[in-house]
Each structure stands twice: as structure tokens, then as C-alpha cells.
């Protein structure tokens, strides 16, 4: 059975504080990782990842995956209280279905 | 605007009766999608449907069904909905590009409001 599992649930930072979100996976056939935030309702896309050791940015966030350790990182430096949100993480295994973790929730305080 | 729209937004029901949730987008995507959201489980997929008249089941299809008649609309249809069905519904749209059709498809993945089901 395919598995995600995103650590930590939740966490607590200040403004300015730098987090990391993990995502780690046990798939068949992986093909590719994507990050989502999803703040209010819908989910937005934020990086998708396919290649170990390519890392992804977007002004303060970043990500990169590991292939052979199975892991990816989401990386949010200088925090802002507009970054709280659940983050997702989802992977790709095969030409399947999309399978989703159960999400970190950050709270960035002022 | 380019966007995925779902009616209704929030719909409070009994167990047994019969409902559709209806999801439409505007920008001609071959590739749709429905999801659940509950806590503690994250985000599973119920189906999804590779253009018109082509659905196939995601992880979670059991106690649900879809149709794909127009490219634009893909409704969820609960036969005789249940209390274990309450939960935040998305629907999802992308196109489908050739080739590889996979990351394609996710990576551009456009997610509707949300629908909030509630069966009593």
C-alpha cells in the first residue's frame, strides 16, 4: 500500500523563524512529489519535484527530494504570518491515483 | 476567470437521500478530479476522469459515482449517502498534456471552493 507521511502534524514558529517540513514516502513506481498549501479552503500548488538533489524555489520556500532516502524537505525562511496554512505533500506513484499525506499545519506568530 | 466552480458550497442532509454535488471549469481540461478531506486522514481521491466518458476509480470510490457526459462538467453523485460521508469535498481540474501525462497533470492542478457535506 502506498504511504506519505508528512512530520510534523503541527508546529508553532514566530515571524522570522525559519521551519522544515518533512515528507517522507514508501510508493511503487514513483514518479514525481508535490507540495501544496492549502490556507481557508482549496489547496494551491507550490513545487513539484522529480530529480534527487534539484532544488526548487520560490522566493522564501524551497524544497528538494531525496529519491534514495525517500524523503523530500519544504523549507520556509523568514516566516510570515501570511506562510500559516496546512502544507501538503503528494506523490505520484505510477500512472495512478494521487496520494496525499495528512498535511502539517504551521501557525507562523507575530 | 479561469476557474472550478462547486455547487453546493455547504449541504446538510439526511442518510438515504440521494445528491449530487456538482463541478465545472471554464478552461477546456481534459483531466478532473474529486477529493475528500477529513481530518486526520489528509486529502484521498474518490475518482477521476481522463476526458469525457473515461472515469476510473481513485482510493476512497466506495459509497460514490461520477459521470463525465461534457468535458466542462463532473459531477459527484451519492446514491444513498451516509453519516461516514460527511466530509470536505474538492474537485480538481487540469489539462492533459501530451507525453508523460502525470506530472503534467498535478502540477497544474486547479482545486474548486470546497464543498462541505454533512449526512445526519
Known amino acids: 500500500e502506498d504511504k506519505v507521511v508528512q512530520s510534523p502534524l503541527s508546529l508553532v514558529v514566530h515571524e522570522g523563524d525559519t521551519v522544515t517540513l518533512n515528507c517522507s514516502y514508501e510508493v511503487t513506481n514513483f514518479r514525481s512529489l508535490l507540495w501544496y498549501k492549502q490556507e481557508k479552503k482549496a489547496p494551491t500548488f507550490l513545487f513539484m519535484l522529480?530529480?534527487?538533489?534539484i532544488e526548487k524555489k520560490s522566493g522564501r520556500l524551497s524544497s528538494i527530494l531525496d529519491k534514495k532516502e525517500l524523503f523530500s524537505i519544504l523549507n520556509i525562511t523568514a516566516t510570515q504570518t501570511g506562510d500559516s496554512a496546512i502544507y501538503l505533500c503528494?506523490?505520484?506513484?505510477?500512472?495512478?491515483?494521487?496520494?496525499f499525506g495528512k498535511g502539517t499545519m504551521l501557525l507562523v506568530s507575530p | 476567470e479561469a476557474q472550478v466552480t462547486q455547487n453546493p458550497r455547504y449541504l446538510i442532509t439526511v442518510t438515504g437521500k440521494k445528491l449530487t454535488v456538482t463541478c465545472s471549469q471554464n478552461m477546456n481540461h481534459e483531466y478532473m478530479s474529486w477529493y475528500r478531506q477529513d481530518p486526520g486522514l489528509g486529502l484521498r481521491q474518490i475518482y477521476y476522469s481522463m476526458n469525457v466518458e473515461v472515469t476510473d476509480k481513485g482510493d476512497v470510490p466506495e459509497g460514490y459515482k461520477v459521470s463525465r457526459k461534457e468535458k466542462r462538467n463532473f459531477p459527484l453523485i451519492l446514491e444513498s449517502p451516509s453519516p461516514n460521508q460527511t466530509s470536505l469535498y474538492f474537485c480538481?481540474?487540469?489539462?492533459?498534456?501530451?507525453?508523460?501525462w502525470g506530472e503534467g497533470v498535478y502540477n497544474e492542478q486547479f482545486f474548486g471552493p470546497g464543498t462541505r457535506l454533512t449526512v445526519l
Open positions: 522529480t530529480s534527487s538533489g
Open positions: 503528494a506523490v505520484i506513484p505510477g500512472y495512478s491515483t494521487l496520494t
Open positions: 480538481a481540474s487540469s489539462r492533459t498534456p501530451s507525453g508523460s
